[in-house]
């Protein structure tokens, strides 16, 4: 054997060899293993992050272009000729939406060169602004530059818009996965002028600027469509932190971020070496406006605040919108309201309410007013005017405690209240007083053939706040008188063979059926009977009781909802459990609730237009941002009421109440009008509904707290709307009421209503097809009483025509050519020169029951 050296040392070698070959095989297995643990780790780690990306994007909200166009977009009612007559919006939401069309396009690029620059090449994500800002950042130490497109920025403002309020990374990390999800989908749905469009009226752009055209108005004082080269790079230079670059606040800032706005716009090649010269030597910033412009603080008109309230129904109503959301289209949504309202009109209508030489001798002031008192010891009290009412009541013994000589009378009184209640020093005191000259007026201009509101005043005095109390449309008010055309005469001569001619019994005192009360007429003349014409000139109250008796208060009351009325009861109302206004005192205006003023004029508005009313409007329609019809009024909601004659022949005899009647005063000097005059109980309130062929109108005066007016003239509500409706139709030609070609004309007796025979007191009356009279009137007898004489020669002086002027006739050639009956409607009658003798324009007192509310 071989024991040599050598042989030892192979030995020893191929030992050490197998040794290392089992130490290569253990590291290359440990080295496998940690690659694969490696890979595994990254699978499951790539798994998860995909597992949690796709729960996030499922998570994703659906968004449809229109959720990321910007809202908070003040809302403009505009006259017909595109005037801005009113500006609806709520703290934040003062943006005025501009189409891409209205936008320079120097603004665009200087948007697109600052912000996005690959702007029309990516599809909502710039894969390569992500890998520069990921360097950038790495590089840095710090990831402050963004990769936002403008696509991204937009659905973040609109559909993330409280990114600001994220708690952690993850809820950075989900939103902007969402976003760069719902980016990709929008580039698919939108263009790249509607993205951007959509951008620049979202955008912050400092002092309070939403959008590139409020921006515009608050730097510059212009239109942005108005904007150079320089100032759109001032805009476009406020973005990323508009409080930093505020121009006004910080122009060094804004200066450097306007050089780099315009830099970038010349790199790429958005404008020429010449503009870029241009705009950088522009003195721009000694043009920013240091302040903002002054602000129209005023408060609504009343005729806008009512256009608020009707376009709030009418989403709520006809589109389907909860309160909420009609509330915000309103206030935010950028609507576009076409107002019926007629400027000239309005300004007669405020003129005339504000002229104190129409109202009654010795103004009264009335107060509102509330009260809370915050005691030193954090206790809250609560004081209505009801609790100063009486106080002063107790302490003054005044029947009308909250009605005042004086303002100074007004603030003494608060002075001894708050005196009275007790504080020391540290209670604090929050108030609100308001207060206003008394008697009140509101009054209401309509067009009866369009049902378009042309006017409104709800009240006189200054108006200190939007929203106010509006008496043409809050404030229900008794109707008085003007309810007997209404409520009496109207459905009679419609539908129960009534005519102009009919006798009505006027025996006094009336009683009402099943109660122990009376109602007289307010002049306290009986005169046995009366024809349906003398009875409306006149307000003959029993007259007008017995036509509702006649005919069942239940139909009366089923016209009166015809004619729009929608405060009426009829015992289906729970406030008002047992009452109904389907009874006789309706006929006189004595119901439950009252009316509104806009509601009386457009039922008189309804006769003035043939019988067919027109549900006032004041708009036409409601345009969303975009330019759609959002609601429609150019055909708005009507139906007949009466038929165009039974309008034709009311419409004769109320213009014998302008001319010689209750309403003489209001007589308009150079164009015919028809109307009635109504005063309640104690002249708390006083009406005038009447008509031209253009217009209706209404003027109601009364006191807020419903203080008699019975010692003061009861008149000057007349001579406003006599001052009203002469301005207004100045301008007019003149123009006759017409009468429907069905209409005859016969003489009948001024006593029966029945056709006149020889001897017969007579005049030519008007009637509707089937109701002239077939019988003759029998004859009178010779011998008269003076009472009879008295009332023969009442009569006879209601002759409109022939050639008497005295009495109760109009003289000459009656009520106008060929419009209400050629020669009028004495024509043939013996009234020639009548005496009888017109009553004074004293109030029409509807009655003497308790159960008539006075107000």
């Not at 919006?89 to 939406?97: A, E, I, L, P």
């Not at 790495?138 to 659905?155: D, K, P």
């Not at 949504?333 to 400027?343: N, P, W």
């Not at 123009?735 to 070609?741: G, I, L």
Request: hydrophobic fraction near 30%; charged fraction near 20%.
């Amino acid at each position: 054997m071989n024991y040599g050296n050598d042989n030892l040392e192979k030995r020893k070698k191929h030992v050490a060899s197998k040794k290392n070959m089992k130490k290569k095989r253990v590291g290359v297995r440990f080295f496998k293993a940690l690659i694969i643990c490696l890979i595994l780790v990254m699978v499951i780690g790539a798994g998860s992050v995909a597992y949690c990306a796709k729960r996030i994007i499922d998570n994703t909200p659906t968004v449809t272009p229109a959720d990321v166009k910007p809202s908070g977009m003040t809302t403009f009612v505009m006259s017909k000729d595109g005037t801005i007559l009113e500006k609806f919006y709520k703290s934040g939401s003062n943006r005025v939406y501009k189409s891409i069309d209205e936008i320079p396009e120097y603004l665009a690029n200087a948007f697109i060169a600052i912000e996005d620059e690959r702007f029309h090449e990516h599809n909502g994500i710039d894969l390569q602004g992500i890998l520069r800002a990921f360097v950038k950042g790495v590089t840095s130490g710090g990831f402050s530059e963004g990769a936002s497109t403008i696509t991204q920025q937009l659905i973040k403002n609109n559909v993330f818009p409280n990114f600001v309020e994220e708690k952690d990374f993850y809820d950075k990390v989900e939103r902007k996965l969402q976003e760069q999800y719902i980016a990709l989908q929008i580039e698919k749905q939108m263009t790249k002028d509607e993205i951007l469009e959509a951008y620049m009226n979202t955008i912050n752009l400092g002092q309070g600027c939403l959008g590139v055209q409020t921006a515009a108005k608050r730097y510059f004082n212009k239109d942005v469509s108005q904007l150079t080269l320089s100032e759109c790079a001032v805009i476009a230079g406020i973005t990323q932190n508009p409080t930093a670059n505020d121009p006004v606040v910080y122009p060094e800032t804004n200066a450097r971020r306007r050089k780099l706005v315009l830099g970038n716009m010349l790199k790429q090649e958005m404008i020429a070496q010449e503009e870029y010269d241009e705009a950088m030597a522009d003195p721009v910033y000694d043009r920013i406006v240091a302040s903002p412009p002054v602000e129209d603080t005023e408060p609504y008109s009343y005729f806008n605040d009512e256009v608020y309230a009707q376009v709030i129904e009418d989403l709520q109503v006809r589109k389907g919108f909860t309160e909420a959301q009609a509330y915000n289209a309103v206030l935010s949504g950028g609507l576009t309201i076409v107002s019926t309202q007629d400027m000239w009109i309005q300004q007669i209508c405020d003129e005339e309410v504000a002229n104190e030489s129409s109202y009654p001798f010795g103004t009264e002031y009335g107060l509102e007013y509330a009260l809370t008192v915050t005691r030193t010891d954090g206790t809250v009290e609560n004081y209505s005017k009801e609790m100063l009412a009486e106080f002063l009541r107790t302490t003054y013994g005044k029947e009308y405690p909250l009605v005042f000589s004086s303002q100074e009378d007004a603030y003494n009184a608060l002075t001894a209240f708050k005196t009275a209640i007790g504080y020391v020093d540290g209670d604090m005191f929050n108030e609100r007083i308001d207060i206003t000259p008394q008697p009140q007026v509101s009054v209401v201009v309509m067009d009866q053939y369009t049902g378009e509101v042309k006017a409104m005043v709800g009240g006189r005095g200054e108006k200190t706040s939007s929203l106010a109390l509006n008496r043409a449309t809050d404030s229900t008010r008794q109707p008085g008188s003007c309810f007997k055309i209404l409520s009496a005469y109207a459905p009679a001569i419609d539908a129960y063979g009534y005519t102009l001619a009919t006798a009505i019994p006027d025996e006094g005192p009336f009683k009402y059926e099943g109660k122990n009360q009376y109602a007289n007429n307010w002049d306290g003349v009986y005169l046995g009977s009366a024809r349906v014409r003398y009875a409306i000139e006149h307000s003959m109250n029993v007259c007008a009781l017995n036509t509702i008796t006649d005919i069942g208060p239940e139909n009366a009351y089923e016209y009166l909802l015809n004619f729009g009325f929608t405060t009426l009861v009829n015992n289906d109302n729970e406030d008002y459990p047992g009452f109904s206004d389907a009874q006789q005192p309706t006929a006189l205006g004595g119901i439950t609730r009252g009316v509104y003023n806009l509601e009386m004029t457009a039922a008189y508005a309804a006769i003035a237009n043939g019988g067919t009313y027109i549900k006032p409007i004041l708009y036409t329609k409601v345009l969303d941002h975009d330019g759609n019809v959002l609601l429609d009024n150019s055909v708005p909601d009507s139906h007949s009421v009466i038929k165009d004659t039974t309008a034709a022949l009311l419409t004769s005899a109320m213009q014998d109440v302008m001319t010689i009647g209750t309403g003489g005063d209001a007589h308009l000097d150079r164009m015919p009008a028809a109307g009635k005059t109504g005063t309640t109980e104690q002249s708390t309130d006083l009406w005038l509904s009447a008509y031209t062929p253009y217009y209706t109108a209404s003027v109601w005066g009364g006191y807020d707290c419903n203080k008699p007016m019975n010692n003061i003239s009861q008149n000057w509500h007349k001579t406003i709307w006599r001052n009203i409706m002469n301005r207004i139709h100045e301008s007019y030609p003149y123009k006759d009421f017409t009468m429907p070609s069905t209409i005859q004309r016969k003489t009948i007796c001024t006593e029966t209503g029945l056709l006149a025979t020889e001897g017969c007191p007579s005049l030519t009356e008007y009637f509707a097809p089937g109701t002239i009279p077939t019988r003759a009137c029998a004859g009178h007898k010779v011998e008269e009483k003076e009472e009879d004489k008295e009332k023969e020669d009442g009569e006879n002086g209601d002759n409109t025509g022939g050639e008497g002027t005295g009495g109760e006739g109009n003289g000459g050639e009656g009520t106008g050519g060929e419009g209400t009956g050629g020669e009028g409607t004495g024509g043939e009658g013996t009234g020639g020169e009548g005496t009888g003798e017109t009553p004074p324009p004293s109030p029409e007192t509807p009655t003497t029951d308790p159960s008539v509310p006075a107000a």
